[in-house]
T-cell receptor
Framework: NAGVTQTPKFQVLKTGQSMTLQCAQD?????MYWYRQDPGMGLRLIYYSASEGTTDKGEVPNGYNVSRLNKREFSLRLESAAPSQTSVYFCASSESTGGPYEQYFGPGTRLTVT | GNSVTQMEGPVTLSEEAFLTINCTYTATGYPSLFWYVQYPGEGLQLLLKATKADDKGSNKGFEATYRKETTSFHLEKGSVQVSDSAVYFCALSDRSYIPTFGRGTSLIVHP
């Protein structure tokens, strides 16, 4: 099992450009999440999907959109990148029935917006 | 709402020293508690967990006990190694889909 995979690993964008971060999991998990990690800020939840067909805003959704393409895949889109979106982005998945709801993380995408 | 507070770092230790990283939480009900570890350049991975009061989670020489009376889940290791240098996150999960993470504590172990 590959677990949670993310592409790309690194990306540099210019202000105003758009891009989509891809995430896939092979653990048959219902729930998937997008976080950003910034120095001194810990992890902040951007969006999550409790199950296929549903998405909800997290703590810092502005400037982002998501798509739960199917049970395996959950993508994050930056429509018009800004320097404030320079960060490391992590996708995670978890089961949502039975508990405890431990999370499985991907390796991250390191994004720089100039 | 739920919250997790963990000690600020960095925590700097010499190899073979005893490690404690404090974690306290606020939650309604009976959440499950976790410690995750993040090595440089990697994503978080589960280190250990406990699902009810007085449970002790353990893995790779690390331990933490779920203390409901003090709402704490402190991480301990008797003898740290250079390879333990990483960032450690305390987290809780209740019946909602959204876990709550602490801000992370950086551990630096010198030879």
């Amino acid at each position: 099992n590959a677990g949670v995979t993310q592409t790309p690993k690194f990306q540099v964008l210019k202000t105003g450009q758009s891009m989509t971060l891809q995430c896939a999991q092979d653990m048959n998990h219902n729930s998937m999440y997008w976080y950003r990690q910034d120095p001194g800020m810990g992890l902040r939840l951007i969006y999550y999907s409790a199950s296929e067909g549903t998405t909800d805003k997290g703590e810092v959704p502005n400037g982002y959109n998501v798509s739960r393409l199917n049970k395996r895949e959950f993508s994050l889109r930056l429509e018009s990148a800004a320097p404030s979106q320079t960060s490391v982005y992590f996708c995670a998945s978890s089961e949502s029935t039975g508990g405890p709801y431990e999370q499985y993380f991907g390796p991250g995408t390191r994004l720089t917006v100039t | 709402g739920n919250s997790v507070t963990q000690m600020e770092g960095p925590v700097t230790l010499s190899e073979e020293a005893f490690l404690t990283i404090n974690c306290t939480y606020t939650a309604t009900g009976y959440p499950s508690l976790f410690w995750y570890v993040q090595y440089p350049g990697e994503g978080l991975q589960l280190l250990l967990k406990a699902t009810k009061a007085d449970d002790k989670g353990s893995n790779k020489g690390f331990e933490a006990t779920y203390r409901k009376e003090t709402t704490s889940f402190h991480l301990e290791k008797g003898s740290v190694q250079v390879s333990d240098s990483a960032v450690y996150f305390c987290a809780l999960s209740d019946r909602s889909y959204i876990p709550t993470f602490g801000r992370g504590t950086s551990l630096i172990v010198h030879p």
